[in-house]
């Protein structure tokens, strides 16, 4: 089930995911006595991200993941990580223990067994954050790739070759991602109307291989709405 929010602007959009994050962050606290997080990479997760600092909320009970990450060094700009830890990490006291970037300056099969331990001890997400490219993909999961979407699929896919630079990246599974509480797509842009659209008439782009047994959320700003 996709619980499609119509809103009217991308502040709009971004005022929404800051109270879905902290209302998900509370509840979690309070039954579960902590938080796992997975960060999406973009720029509107990131003005998200730039609000986070001013949230009120225990931050020693977070724990951050990744839906996927460039091959690229651990300091490069174009680095989810790096984009989040600038952002928003640096600026509140979460256990540098309990934020977990993917090491892909190791290189893609290091990166990948060590994802893969780590996810090990990880039952379910709290909540996924993901975003949706103008082709449908999301996290690092393309047209005409591996999904991962069976129940047998490994945790972390090695992509090599992104249709987008760089072209190595590691990527969280379509059935990873849906081991989660919740899942939370943010789409802004009329760039991304033709994905939506395509996505709400039933058509399986990677973004439509991610289920939650609570349904998928998805927050759209106008200008990413299609009526079609």
Not at 105 to 118: F, I, K, M, R, T
Not at 126 to 147: K, N
């Amino acid at each position: 089930m996709v619980r499609w929010q119509w809103l009217g602007s991308d502040s709009e959009v971004r005022d929404a995911t800051y109270r879905f994050i902290e209302q998900a962050a509370q509840q979690s606290i309070a039954v579960r006595g902590a938080f796992h997080l997975v960060l999406a990479g973009g720029s509107t997760p990131r003005a998200v991200y730039q609000m986070l600092p001013a949230l009120a909320t225990d931050w020693s009970k977070w724990h951050l993941y990744y839906g996927d990450e460039r091959v690229l060094p651990a300091d490069h700009p174009d680095r989810n990580s790096k984009m989040a830890a600038d952002a928003w990490l640096s600026q509140v006291p979460i256990p540098f223990t309990q934020i977990h970037p993917m090491p892909t300056e190791q290189g893609l099969v290091s990166a990948a067994a060590h994802y893969a331990d780590l996810l090990a001890a990880v039952d379910q997400f709290d909540l996924v954050l993901l975003g949706l490219g103008e082709d449908g993909h999301t996290a690092s999961l393309f047209p005409g790739h591996e999904f991962g979407t069976q129940a047998d699929a490994p945790d972390v896919l090695q992509v090599e070759d992104a249709p987008k630079p760089p072209p190595q990246r590691l990527s969280l599974s379509a059935r990873r991602l849906s081991a989660a509480r919740q899942v939370l797509f943010i789409v802004t842009g009329a760039g991304k109307r033709e994905a939506v659209a395509r996505w709400k008439q039933g058509e399986q782009i990677p973004a439509a291989t991610i289920h939650c047994d609570n349904g998928v959320d998805v927050l759209l700003d106008r200008a990413a709405w299609s009526i079609n």
